[in-house]
T-cell receptor
Framework: AQSVTQLGSHVSVSEGALVLLRCNYS??????LFWYVQYPNQGLQLLLK??????LVKGINGFEAEFKKSETSFHLTKPSAHMSDAAEYFC?????????FGSGTQLTVLP | GAVVSQHPSRVICKSGTSVKIECRSL??????MFWYRQFPKQSLMLMAT?????????EQGVEKDKFLINHASLTLSTLTVTSAHPEDSSFYIC?????????????FGPGTRLLVL
């Protein structure tokens, strides 16, 4: 089965700084990869998805992720953090029709 | 974008009672929906796959007689927690699949916070 690993359960950045959230995948077939964001006491919102088209995927709210097969990575980035970006972020891989989630990364944005 | 709703958003019940949670896809039809459970500071754990017109598929370790799932229409799946106990207190999130193949995407509901006293 395919899986994802998120490195760093907590990441803190200053407002305006680069955001980098790490995700590595394990898959024997070309994976479909996703990043979701969860605000407190809410469900998950899709940020972006990779489906084997362009390796650089642009999502909502200025986020993007790059699929790197050689590194089995799908890291999420944003050039300049906003206070409103503070949330929990989940990387996920599709197994048939199900999603398998990483353990999540809590992003804190410092003023 | 695709919208999935859940009702109620929050419920408090006494131990031994049953609680029903609804999941609706508002602007698309979904033959497949999923139910997840999330404990504080943890990731989502898949409980079951809800299939319209057929029986749900439960993940290993999930009691199907305790967590009853009904997917009676293409826009509605319900999860009933029967004889709830305090250890069932959790955040329950549903999702619905829209599209198929390469464009298939899961859209999530806002979640239901269950507290069993």
């Amino acid at each position: 089965a395919q899986s994802v690993t998120q490195l760093g359960s907590h990441v803190s950045v200053s407002e305006g700084a680069l955001v980098l959230l790490r995700c590595n995948y394990s898959s024997s077939v070309p994976p479909y990869l996703f990043w979701y964001v969860q605000y407190p006491n809410q469900g998950l919102q899709l940020l972006l998805k990779y489906t084997s088209a362009a390796t650089l995927v642009k999502g909502i709210n200025g986020f993007e992720a790059e699929f790197k097969k050689s590194e089995t990575s799908f890291h999420l980035t944003k050039p300049s953090a906003h206070m409103s970006d503070a949330a929990e972020y989940f990387c996920a891989v599709r197994n048939e029709r199900q999603l398998t989630f990483g353990s999540g990364t809590q992003l804190t944005v410092l003023p | 974008g695709a919208v999935v709703s859940q009702h109620p958003s929050r419920v408090i019940c006494k131990s031994g009672t049953s609680v029903k949670i609804e999941c609706r896809s508002l602007d698309f039809q979904a033959t497949t929906m999923f139910w997840y459970r999330q404990f504080p500071k943890q990731s989502l754990m898949l409980m079951a796959t809800s299939n319209e017109g057929s029986k749900a598929t439960y993940e290993q370790g999930v009691e199907k007689d305790k967590f009853l799932i009904n997917h009676a229409s293409l826009t509605l799946s319900t999860l009933t927690v029967t004889s709830a106990h305090p250890e069932d207190s959790s955040f329950y999130i549903c999702s619905a699949i829209r599209g198929g193949g390469i464009i298939e995407t899961q859209y999530f509901g806002p979640g239901t916070r269950l507290l069993v006293l």
